[in-house]
């Protein structure tokens, strides 16, 4: 087990109902005036706004909105937000909506407290020293950014998908209300799935260090993704199987499962974000269909976790047979597992390897992952 | 899953020689005087002492000695470091030692802080509205405190043995160095397991809401501290066999596992305070008498969840199996199982149960564990 430090003091409020504390929650962190950040107008015609501003009014708090973040989100919004917080004078951002609402939220609050640009943190150029705190409702479970510090943000210009991490950003509390899910999408249930399987696996198979515990920890939360995601495509108002992935999505990646592991990194999510910073696929539909490719080329490297995985996750024999029923898995759920069903042709190749290698460089696998390993990858995924 | 909130602001600094940073870390917090509690004078002996004095005179820290702390911690102790707290001024409590030593810790540490009798905080007199931060460098793996709120004393005037909990007694950071571990008695060790074991099952059975994800967690811890107990046992050197049964003990009790559970109690505990209370047996040896009688008894009461404990923990059939197999477990690495082993005898049991009786109503069930019931429980355990 690797020496490590493990801090994580986001308080999370989880279960039913729990949104109409926000209002309570910010007045006890003293907060006046929040950039209350969000994604489409669906909040507004579900009930869910209401409830907010309903909770933001009876504790005297004053809002200003900044709307309309999108998926894979991108850095002008963030811009937008920053002038609009710095305008306002608000002193916390209110997120609610899913990972990408909370990510931008996260970079709009680093970014209102940093002087230069707010890219300059993505890629190492500036430090953040300070952000506004950070609330956050979360609307769509997956990408674990409720209980961690980190944010991707893709770069429209550079189309560059890049990440921060500080102390500063993890929100001050987190709300988790389950019943809040169960109107996301089939597609998107399913997209979250493979996200989640995604933040379990890079580490549990990349890790020069993985000690039998977390690896046992991984495999818990994988199990319970698998079994909870069917259960929901049966039944989407199962409030008992959307509150385990929703808590599943959160323990993949709130450090606990990561803690005394080492030399671990990321290639199937650096991979996919070249795919989403190029072609805007859904982050989780573009991670199923790199898994089992990676997995492919992988295996050879870590034999004896492949079949550890086969075997704890399958109750299968080989890790070849793991992969498959994993890619199986993945193809009856419908998340897409080709390249060709995210509509990306031979011709986007040369590309896609082109962002792919700064992409590399961002992620320090610039030297395990060549041109030609990553052409290797990507053909395993045709 | 139940509604829960869910904050655990400890940072633990787990790792080989992370007690050479402890002068730093309370540089970091400002602290200037610390009260150093320990236990025996062993850590004089051994080179832990001088390695903390030579860090904390690093940064120009000072301390006040509070040795002496026993295992099962005495009111009294802790009524001697508040009067030294208040005396000297200290700014924080610094525990080097084990669970015991730390809860003797929180304990100073709320008690300097409150001005009637700190004993008034453990029978619901009085309510913890600040504490004295506090810093722990861990010697002993097993009773969680590390990174949770608790704190157990016996009151050895009122033959008591109850806890504290708040926001307040969270240790700032606590230090988890495997290596200072690999000198714990065999039997500690085993104890210790005993005692894990102990936090993870109490809530895995009782729980009348128990999600399956966080049956799965429990299944993980215990399953490591059974093979690492087992490691450590043929070979006391070995780092990360100790480093995993560290890691194991302490998310058995830092909430995560216990995170969405509902009605669960600490039947185990509540018999085991007793024995301790009045025999002053070691926790975890108390523990393991009390364990396979009290699942004996309570089985009945959840068949489903003792089934699933004996498959998935130990591949075997019947909840009666599962149990049968735990107490040869506690038998063959050599917990006693038995309250003879204990030298307790029949002629103490009516003094046992007068003592269970006030520890039941502390413990919220005198309803569910009339006197009828512990002795019958206790029989078993003959």
Known sequence: MDNFSFYNPTRIEFGKDKEQQIGAILAEHGIKKVLLTYGSERIKRDGLFATVSHSLRAQGIDWVECGGIVSNPLLSRVHEGII???EQGVDAVLSVGGGSVLDSSKAIAAGTRYEGDVWDLFIGKGEIASALPIFAILTLAATGSEMNAGAVVTNEVTKEKFAINSVHTFPRVSIVNPALMQTVSRDYLVYSAADIIAHSIEGYFTASMQPGIQSRLVESVIKTVMETTEALLADPMNYDARAEFAWAATLALNGITYAGTAGFSYPNHMIEHSLSALFNVPHGAGLSVVIPAWMRWYQGRNPRQFQRFAREVFGLDTGEQGIAALEAWF??????TRLSQLAITEGDLPALLTNLQS???WFGLAESYP????????????
């Open 359 to 361: 992409n590399a460089r």
């Open 371 to 382: 041109q030609s390993v990553l052409a290797e990858i990507l053909a395993l995924a045709r």
């Open 84 to 86: 609009l917080a710095r």
């Open 331 to 336: 193809n009856r759920i419908g998340t897409p």
